[in-house]
């Protein structure tokens, strides 16, 4: 059975540390690849795979973030302090109504399916989370070694060529061990990968990660438009 979330939580927190001089004065959802911010690109994915509700968490230039969504039906939650992404998620867990949300790094460009429905389509409820992953032949922008190696029967290790593309489903329910106010969703996969319940979805398009200055024209070509 199948019940995917139509709910997203949209990290928008860090400092951008790789993109600089990019992030000096701009956070990076903003940057701008053929002619469209991040953050905006992520947004539409979402509205064209019919998720009616986001969360954007924000930290670093947070106010610029809010301004640029004035007027969407976006919830925007500023943190005094970095969370990382699992205490990201955590914060804003009783802002959602469903037991599994969508969650996006929203700092890559995507060419092909929408990542957000592939991720939808494949999506079981004996699973506890979902990552979108692509072997790291077939992306730009980020070199070997992988994240995971994913056996025949399913079973999801550390180490090997799938790489981890930002967008996953997780229940809401898995941060409730993790006592830490602060912490990576990296922690909870761990413990997920114990018991079986870490699942991957191959992206069959293509991806670019928007992490280095460099990159930028990488997710252009990606794209297959010129910047603007």
Known sequence: MSDPPSELMLFAAGFGSRM???TID?????IHVAGQSLLDRTLALAHDAEISKVVVNTHYLGHKIRNH?????VKVIHEPEILDTGGGLKNA???FKEATVFTSNGDAVWSGPNPFSTLALQWRNDYDALLLCAPVNQIDGRSPPGDFS???GGKVTRGGDWVYL????IRLDTLDE?????????????QLMDRGTLRVAHYSGQWCDIGKPENVALGVKVLGQADV
């Open 69 to 73: 969504l004035q007027g969407r039906p």
């Open 26 to 30: 701009l956070p990076k959802p903003l």
């Open 166 to 169: 930002g967008i996953q489903i």
């Open 93 to 95: 867990k009783a802002l």
């Open 150 to 152: 994913v056996s025949e």
């Open 178 to 190: 993790i006592g830490a106010k602060a912490f990576s969703l990296n922690v909870v996969w761990d």
């Open 20 to 22: 600089q001089p990019l």
